[in-house]
């Protein structure tokens, strides 16, 4: 826990931290499903599903659907603005807060889902899965994805062609080889990502969306360890 979201990173840190994410976020999109008829995780369902409803012009339709678009845009853009100011600063929480944001976004959707109208929740929680898509995608150099199962999948497909692929004999040929690490890692994010579906879809009727509750201390969890450091040393001024 002490390692997962510190400043210095390692491609094992990344992929065990990604790992997590991908079952956290598969709990949240299929919880806020459950709950509210609509998954938070992807954008292509989201806007395949606005341009159905787009000529309805049903604001009650149009309203949901437009509410995680733009929250999961937001979303990625607060993690931006995020981990870009603490690296100016020089801290150490970089990753961590945005994850911290997450974790109040997500405990804000399981506490206020029956106070908020429907697109406000659906807003909540899809503005804490574009916090957590842009943060693993900023600290893998944009290698890795949790809520992007339509690119992993891909990836997936792409180890796969490489295994089926025959090499030339010509000696200037470039060996085409799967990556059995690469595949393995992939496969894994998107059992996580299942399970972790499944896991909600089995404790929903027990725990509505008050799951998201647990989701959100284990993120806590992650982020306290760089975020304590950072409040122990004042910032260092940027550099001119």
Known sequence: MRTLAARERTETANWRLAALLAFIAGMADVSGYLSLGQFTAHMSGVVATLA????????????????????????????????????Q????????????????????????????PPWAVIGLLAFSMGLQNATISKLSNKEIRTTHVTGMVTDIGIEL???????????????????????????????????????????????????????SLLLILIAIFPITRDLRHTYVP???
């Open 52 to 87: 159905l409803r787009a000529p309805l012009s049903s604001l009650t339709l149009l309203a949901p659907v437009l509410s995680a678009l733009l929250s999961f845009t937001f979303g990625s853009a607060m993690t931006a603005l995020l981990v870009n100011w603490v690296r």
């Open 89 to 116: 600063h020089h801290g150490e929480s970089e990753y961590a807060l945005p994850l911290l944001l997450e974790s109040a976004a997500l405990f804000s959707a399981a506490l206020l889902a029956h106070r908020l």
């Open 161 to 215: 062609g490489r295994a089926l692929y025959r090499n030339g004999s010509a000696a200037t040929s470039t060996p085409i080889n799967m990556r059995p690490r690469h595949l393995a890692l992939l496969l894994l994010l998107v059992g996580l990502f299942f399970a972790g579906g499944c896991l909600a879809a089995s404790l929903f009727h027990l725990t509505g969306l008050w799951l998201l509750a647990s989701l």
């Open 238 to 240: 940027p550099q001119a």
